[in-house]
């Protein structure tokens, strides 16, 4: 039986169906994003960050901006933190000990490198029966310890007249006997002084010449730190221009004492650095200036013409009081050589033997003096800042023979 359609509703129920079919249809739609979104296994996904409104510069930044109610708030950078400059302490002044004395402090430096030397002579004199063969290893030893042949023939003569007017030798003796004679080749009579006495408003000005290598600028530094032991103020000149590590070599050593470097750019000339130390050391009434040259040894003519023309431009404001040659005592006869020209260069009134106890080769002392005709003054017993020492004959003959 066929129920009869109400055609009148039939709207309503057609409205009905509509609906019912876009639920399902959502619902539908809704259950399978709810899948993909939990499945297993499924990483969430990260949070969106939302975009950050651009940062302009302070003076880019729109008129208005950031005001209460216009426009977007421009965040602005931090202010700079002000950066202080490292403040690098001076460094601290110390004081030297006086340089009287110094080489009998250091004797014992000599003797261990000069002691074989003495021992060996001693040995030999001591013998019984002096014949020729024994002389002949005398006269070895003394050349070989760089006394020198002269020197050495010399001494040989004295020895075996007054070895034969002894006759029979007690140890006591003969080590008296010979250091008769070593003391007679070293000249105690020569006048070692130092010319470090400024003259009136004048300081003394002492030149430092040598070969580089032979510690030139190193025994600058530490003649400075031994007068101002003394007790005098000293102005450093670094004049070896050429060497950029020998002006700063002198400065470290001038701060250590407190003593003024007076500098010029590498490469300038090295007689205006000279002057300019003058000027400055009778500026401020110092004691002594001490100027280090440069060692340069090209050509003996280049050599003359720029140690010349430094010490006359210094003899425009003051005296050369001392001109001293720094030697290697370890070069031997090739120290003497390296002297023989600068003493063809300037007048030459003092050496500094530099490495003394580092050579068994202690008769240099005696060849140099005899060559140059001018004294020892100081010696070079160690690599330490206060190792540098007047020279005493007595006490350097006292160490080659030893106790």
Do not use: C
């Not at 950078?77 to 400059?85: E, I, K, S």
């Amino acid at each position: 039986m066929t129920m009869p359609v109400d055609l009148e509703n039939w709207h309503l129920v057609d409205g009905y169906l509509g609906v019912i079919v876009i639920v399902a249809v959502v619902a539908l739609l809704a259950a399978g994003g709810l899948f993909l979104l939990f499945r297993p296994g499924r990483k969430a996904a990260p949070p969106v960050k939302p975009p950050e409104p651009p940062t302009l510069p302070e003076e880019k930044r729109p008129a208005g901006a950031g005001e209460e109610g216009e426009g977007a708030t421009t965040t602005l950078p931090p202010p700079a933190v002000p950066v202080t400059p490292a403040v690098v302490a001076p460094p601290e002044v110390e004081v030297p000990p006086p340089s009287a004395g110094r080489m009998v402090r250091l004797r014992s430096r000599l003797a261990r490198s000069q002691s074989a030397f003495g021992r060996g002579l001693l040995e030999l004199l001591s013998r019984d029966r002096l014949d020729d063969e024994v002389w002949d290893e005398i006269e070895e030893n003394l050349i070989t310890a760089d006394v020198g042949v002269s020197p050495t023939r010399v001494m040989v003569e004295e020895l075996r007249t007054k070895v034969k007017v002894l006759g029979t030798r007690t140890p006591e003796e003969v080590r008296k006997l010979l250091r008769e004679q070593l003391l007679a080749q070293v000249n105690p009579d020569l006048d070692r002084t130092l010319r470090v006495q400024k003259h009136g408003d004048r300081p003394a000005v002492v030149l430092v010449v040598g070969v580089n290598g032979t510690g030139k600028t190193t025994t600058t530094g530490k003649l400075a730190r031994a007068l101002v032991g003394d007790g005098k103020k000293v102005v450093l000149g670094a004049a070896d221009t050429f060497r950029a590590a020998a002006a700063d070599q002198l400065q470290t050593w001038g701060e250590r004492v407190g003593a003024d470097v007076v500098r010029g750019p590498e490469g300038s000339d090295p007689a205006s650095v000279a002057f300019d130390a003058t000027a400055r050391g009778i500026e401020e009434k110092v004691d002594a200036v001490i100027v280090d040259t440069a060692g340069r040894l090209h050509t003996k003519t280049g050599l003359m013409d720029e140690l010349g023309k430094v010490k006359r431009v210094i003899e425009k404001k003051a005296t050369v009081d001392e001109v001293l040659l720094v030697l290697d005592a370890t070069t031997g006869q090739n120290g003497m050589r390296q002297a023989q020209v600068f003493g063809e260069v300037v007048n030459i009134t003092g050496i500094a033997l530099t490495k003394l106890d580092g050579t068994a080769k202690g008769g240099i002392v005696i060849s140099v003096q005899r060559e140059l005709g001018v004294p020892v003054k100081l010696v070079g017993l160690g690599e330490g800042p206060d190792d540098l020492a007047p020279f005493d004959p007595e006490v350097f003959v006292d160490a080659i023979l030893g106790d």
